[in-house]
């Protein structure tokens, strides 16, 4: 297997990319979101109207039946104090329970919050822990996210198998980043046997996804394939 340095080399603008989106994506995550449950669609309603009292209120009285979305919800208010009285400490205990509760988005979103460092000591393995939770539920931002810690071996032992594992899994869901990572794993081997085919596919898949340098990396694997 070739060193973390040398795979860093060969797609050190993507991995960086990346990263950037995964944090852009962090704060998209810490929004409030609508459901079915009476409460939670009063709690909607009201948000939508911009009074967020209300809103709290009815967020509190689901999350306190254990709607795992109204914890998320409530959460997100309390933490980001938008129209509320801030309590971050609390905020992060009704996380912690969406969490609990299997909300693949309040997991990414705690892996998030650890991996940071925001509100909560930073905590590299509990974070990774929570993304591959949310990871295998589909969530596509947390698949991305742990793909990157076993890539680069944070929180977890560097594993390029796991790696390209989970990079596939973004990608199949349209992550044009991962996509590219994944078609230079095939292309060199790193954690898989090494597929021209499948590298080459992947490259096309990134290009058609917006990535420039996938575009050029395909078009090199097709005249290398013609000699």
């Known amino acids: 297997m070739r060193s973390l340095r040398a795979a860093l080399a060969r797609a050190p603008a993507v991995v960086v990319a990346t990263l950037v989106a995964f944090a852009a994506a ?48 409530l959460a997100v208010l309390l933490i980001s104090g938008d129209g509320v009285a801030a309590d971050p400490a609390q905020g992060l205990d009704w996380l912690r329970r969406a969490a609990d509760n299997g909300l693949a988005r309040a997991q990414f979103s705690l892996g998030a919050l650890l991996e940071q460092g925001r509100l909560v000591p930073r905590a590299l393995g509990e974070a990774t822990a929570w993304y591959e939770k949310a990871a295998s539920q589909g969530w596509r931002d947390a698949q991305l996210a742990v793909a990157t810690q076993y890539y680069l071996g944070r929180g977890v032992p560097r594993d390029y198998a796991s790696a390209a594992h989970w990079y596939e899994r973004a990608a199949g869901q349209g992550d044009t980043g991962a ?22 596919r992947w490259y096309v898949e990134a290009s058609a996804g917006g990535e420039p340098a996938a575009r050029l990396k395909a078009e090199e694997l097709r005249a290398r394939q013609r000699r």
Do not use: C, K, T
């Open 26 to 73: 962090v704060s998209a995550q810490l929004q409030i979101v609508p459901d079915d449950d009476p409460d939670l669609a009063r709690g909607w309603a009201s948000y939508q109207a911009g009074d967020r009292q209300v809103a709290l209120a009815h967020f509190r009285r689901a999350a306190e039946r254990n709607e795992r979305v109204a914890q998320f919800n």
């Open 179 to 200: 996509a590219y990572i994944l078609a230079s794993m095939y292309e060199h081997g790193d954690g898989v046997s090494q597929d021209v085919e499948l590298a080459l």
